[in-house]
């Protein structure tokens, strides 16, 4: 099946640097990627959506000048958390869409990263 | 908007069946989905079923749709401790295929 891997799974950084997480997907290509997030004990949080070649589309409350995302590939997404503080500590999940898509245009999730940030 | 709720928490006996409810408002969902997260894990797809179906079954998994009523169930046939995981639904719908997440439900199964 169609794999999708994270790195790092797990960072921690220092209030006030920033981190880069990248989104692979490793056997097919995806023209669309998302980013979410996951706080303790809660649903995921849909942060943007990446299409291959283009700007992110930033949901609502989400600032797009603290994560930045780039797309540059088909089999690349990158999230940078820049000048990371202790609230934005949390779970980060990228999916990426089969660019073929099938009849279920399913997503494909990534393991995750978990970020804590001191 | 969209808004998708399940129950928070669900225990069964190991060998039950476990069933998991969530119910969503957007009318125009074109198929959802079924995820389980094990603990410090990303999300596992476990099964999909289109918004035209009634049911979908998959060795022990049923899926049960009630487009009237916005409800979606998840059926686990002899439930084990390895199901013990959070489950979540999720709905795509509109043109934009945005997923929407529901809440989450704790599944505890006690040997």
């Known amino acids: 099946g169609a794999v999708v891997s994270q790195h790092p799974s797990w960072v921690i950084c220092k209030s006030g640097t920033s981190v880069k997480i990248e989104c692979r997907s490793l056997d097919f290509q995806a023209t669309t990627m998302f980013w979410y997030r996951q706080f303790p004990k809660q649903s995921l949080m849909l942060m943007a959506t990446s299409n291959e070649g283009s700007k992110a589309t930033y949901e609502q409350g989400v600032e797009k000048d603290k994560f930045l995302i780039n797309h540059a590939s088909l089999t690349l997404s990158t999230l940078t958390v820049t000048s990371a503080h202790p609230e934005d500590s949390s779970f980060y999940i990228c999916?990426?869409?089969?660019?073929?898509?099938?009849?279920?245009?399913?997503?494909?999730f990534g393991p995750g990263t978990r970020l804590t940030v001191l | 908007g969209e808004d998708v709720e399940q129950s928070l928490f669900l225990s069964v006996r190991e060998g039950d069946s476990s069933v998991i409810n969530c119910t969503y408002t957007?009318?125009?969902?074109?198929?959802l989905y079924w995820y389980k997260q094990e603990p410090g894990a990303g999300l596992q797809l476990l099964t999909y079923?289109?918004?035209?179906?009634d049911m979908k079954q998959d060795q022990r998994l049923t899926v049960l749709l009630n487009k009237k009523d916005k409800h979606l169930s998840l059926r686990i046939a002899d439930t084990q401790t390895g199901d013990s995981a959070i489950y979540f639904c999720?709905?795509?719908?509109?043109?934009?295929?945005?997923?929407?997440f529901g809440t989450g439900t704790k599944l505890q199964v006690i040997p």
């Open positions: 999916s990426a869409r089969d660019r073929i898509g099938g009849a279920t245009d399913t997503q494909y």
């Open positions: 957007d009318s125009s969902s074109t198929y």
């Open positions: 999720a709905e795509v719908a509109g043109g934009y295929q945005k997923v929407t």
């Open positions: 079923i289109f918004s035209n179906m």
